[in-house]
């Protein structure tokens, strides 16, 4: 099974800053990373997800660099805004060959934007 | 836009007793989930549940759990004799059909707060 180790834990940025977040993962044999976003009393919803077959995933201000040979991928927020605010998590699939879809998550990063 | 729902919000229930918990997947999806999320840990997968048995379940999944499409449109998990550390969120979330190795995007509901007294 797969395990991602993401850090920091908590980030604050000021306003228009840049946020990044980062995580760590065991098998290279998976090869879909997606990052969830999760407001206060919500579910997480799906923000961005990257295939290694790139080494790089942008969506108008979130970009995730994936970083193969080190197993390692982040997200970045550019501009970052109040809104922007919540918790994010790494993911990657827990089977190889994201069998039955499932995922593993990382602990979680929780982001406060200053105005 | 189509959304995963979940009954009720927020449960509280004393230890021992069983619970339900309620969600109704995107309706043309065929794969679904639960997942739970302890107060300030990360979301851990539980169980999943494709052509109406379950396809992959946790550890965490034990005979304490179960889960059940009982009609077309709901699926729940059912907790027999709740205890202290059950106290979560749950989420349930579903997703279309993988094909072959390719990742479906999974749909997440609102959660339900289950808090064991």
């Known amino acids: 099974q797969q395990q991602v180790k993401q850090s920091p834990q908590s980030l604050i940025v000021q306003k228009g800053g840049i946020s990044i977040i980062n995580c760590a993962y065991e098998?290279?044999?998976?090869?879909?990373f997606p990052w969830y976003q999760q407001f206060p009393g919500k579910g997480p919803a799906l923000l961005i997800a990257i295939r290694p077959d790139v080494s790089e995933k942008k969506e108008g201000r979130f970009t995730i660099s994936f970083n193969k040979s080190a197993k390692q991928f982040s997200l970045h927020i550019m501009d970052s805004q109040p809104g922007d605010s919540a918790t994010y998590f790494c993911?990657?699939?827990?089977?190889?060959?994201?069998?039955?879809?499932?995922?593993?998550f990382g602990g979680g990063t929780r982001l406060m934007v200053k105005p | 836009e189509p959304e995963v729902t979940q009954t009720p919000s927020h449960q509280v229930t004393q230890m021992g007793q069983e619970v339900i918990l309620r969600c109704v997947p995107i309706?043309?999806?065929?794969?679904f989930y639960w997942y739970r999320q302890i107060l300030g840990q990360k979301v851990e997968f539980l169980v999943s549940f494709y052509n109406n048995e379950i396809s992959e379940k946790s550890e965490i999944f034990d005979d304490q759990f179960s889960v059940e499409r009982p009609d077309g449109s709901n699926f729940t998990l059912k907790i027999r004799s709740t205890k202290l550390e059950d106290s979560a969120m749950y989420f349930c979330a579903s997703s279309e059909a993988p094909s072959g190795s390719s990742y479906n995007e999974q749909f997440f509901g609102p959660g339900t707060r289950l808090t064991v007294l």
């Open positions: 309706s043309n999806h065929l794969y």
């Open positions: 098998n290279t044999a998976f090869d879909y």
């Open positions: 993911a990657a699939p827990l089977l190889p060959n994201n069998a039955g879809n499932m995922l593993t």
